[in-house]
Structure formats: structure tokens, C-alpha cells
């Protein structure tokens, strides 16, 4: 049986760009304290998701590069590998990305978001192409938010190349008036962590996944098991790591590879 034990890192929405550096730093060593063997973050929190209320400059080259140096540092000394949302910049224009970090500082490489929202075109450019990555017996891959939601294939594309955990980071906060769950999956709640499950029932892959923690968010960081039940959750708004253990053994990727090409 391969054990691997996973940290999501459910926090809350960084106060500023640099504080985005020093919380991820923090996070990455305290799940190194925990024995997690991979730490996950939601969606672009290095140096915060940009939105229209917010107002925030574009990130500069300059500090994402340094952003990412203090973070492979960090993986290095905590042994543990990085699964870093995160903006990144590519021939001038500015794209979602999470990058991963070996847990001894190197560099894995980077996944870019190919499905963007329909909201995000104006604001970033689509990625281009998948992959994934490995850390000791795990295998895992990426789909970044809206993927998951909307375009299941992304989850199915990682699982048929043996990807036995896929990693779905995302935002996702409360919009006014909005219903506030508590429970997951609650039937009154938005389809968003029902879509959890059944990525994972329709792979046989473990489905993890990553949202900040904001008050009322509607979806929280998660884990779903490869038969499509729940194992784990944080609860909505506490701020704090999620660890949990996963038996790899169960994730078969079976239903994933019987899938027909036409």
C-alpha cells in the first residue's frame, strides 16, 4: 500500500502581494512540520487572484521570480513538493499558472489554465498544453478552477496518464445574498462541489480540491475519494492547512481508461 499525505492550503485572501510570499512561505513549512509530502494552493495566490473590486497591478517579472525563489526555498528546506498557484508572464501576457516545485527547490515546471472563464479573456491568455508531474509514488495533475467546473475532460486527461491525484485549485468567494452553506455538497448550494465528485467517481482518481477561505465562500478545499464519496473537508472560512492521507492503491484510474475514442 502507497500512503502519501497530502496539505491543501486553505487561507485566507492574501492582504497584499508581498504578504502573499510570506504567508505561501509559512504554509509550505508548516506543512513540512505536518509530514505532507505535496502542499497545494488555490488559484493564482501568489499575489492574489485580480479581480475588478479589487484593483490590483498586474505583478511585474521581477517579483514573480523572486516570489518563486523564496518558495523554492522554502520546499527545499521543508522537503516537500510545491504545488504553487500562481500569475505568470509568457511573451508579455499574462497568464493563470500554477507552478510546481520539486521538494529539493528545483523547478518541475509550469501548468498554465487553458480553459479560461469567459470573464478572465480580457485580463490573462489561455495556456496552451497539459502535463503532469510526480512526487515519490504519486502521480498527479492540474485543472485549474472553470476547467474542472466546466470541462471535465481536463480531470479525464490527467487521470488516462496515470495521474492518480488531480489537483483542481481555484477562487471562489461569496457574492452578495449569495446561500451560505455548511455542510458540503449541501443540494441548496451551487453544483460546484457536486462537480467534485463526480470528477473523481468518473476517473477513479482522488480530486482535490483548493479554495481560499473567505466568509460564506461556496465551495471549500476538499478531498474526494476515487469512488466519488468524500473524505475530507476544511470548514467554510477556517483558515488552516487540510492534511490528509491517501491510500494510492485505490486510485485506479480505471473508469479514466476505459473511456472510447471517436
Not at 82 to 108: M, P, Q, Y
Not at 139 to 144: A, H, N, P
Not at 211 to 220: C, D, E, L, R, V
Request: aromatic fraction near 8%; glycine fraction near 8%.
Amino acid at each position: 500500500m502507497a500512503t502519501v499525505r497530502l496539505a491543501l492550503a486553505n487561507l485566507p485572501f492574501p492582504a497584499s502581494p508581498a504578504a502573499s510570499v510570506g504567508d505561501a512561505v509559512a504554509a509550505v513549512a508548516e506543512a513540512g512540520r505536518a509530514g505532507a509530502r505535496v502542499i497545494c494552493f488555490p488559484e493564482n495566490f501568489i499575489p492574489g487572484y485580480r479581480t475588478t473590486s479589487r484593483r490590483m497591478a498586474p505583478p511585474e517579472a521581477a517579483f514573480l521570480d523572486d516570489a518563486w525563489r523564496q518558495v523554492a526555498e522554502a520546499a527545499a528546506a521543508a522537503a516537500v513538493t510545491v504545488v504553487l498557484g500562481t500569475e505568470r508572464i509568457v511573451h508579455g501576457r499574462h497568464r493563470i499558472s500554477t507552478l510546481v516545485v520539486n521538494a529539493d527547490g528545483t523547478t518541475a515546471g509550469f501548468h498554465d489554465k487553458v480553459q479560461l472563464d469567459p470573464s478572465e479573456e480580457p485580463t490573462w491568455e489561455a495556456g496552451t498544453e497539459r502535463h503532469l508531474y510526480t512526487a515519490g509514488p504519486l502521480t498527479f495533475g492540474l485543472s485549474i478552477c472553470h476547467e474542472g467546473w466546466r470541462y471535465p475532460e481536463t480531470v479525464r486527461w490527467a487521470a488516462r496518464r496515470g495521474a492518480q491525484v488531480v489537483f483542481l485549485p481555484h477562487f471562489h468567494e461569496a457574492e452578495p445574498g449569495s446561500y451560505r452553506p455548511t455542510t458540503f455538497a449541501d443540494p441548496a448550494n451551487t453544483f460546484h462541489e457536486k462537480a467534485i465528485l463526480c470528477r473523481a467517481a468518473e476517473n477513479t482518481c482522488f480530486v482535490a480540491a483548493v479554495n481560499f477561505a473567505s466568509p460564506g465562500s461556496p465551495t471549500t478545499s476538499a478531498i474526494a475519494r476515487p469512488d466519488g464519496t468524500l473524505l475530507a473537508f476544511q470548514p467554510y472560512g477556517l483558515a488552516g492547512l487540510l492534511v490528509v492521507d491517501l491510500d494510492l492503491d485505490d486510485a485506479t484510474g480505471l473508469l479514466a481508461r476505459r473511456v472510447r475514442d471517436y
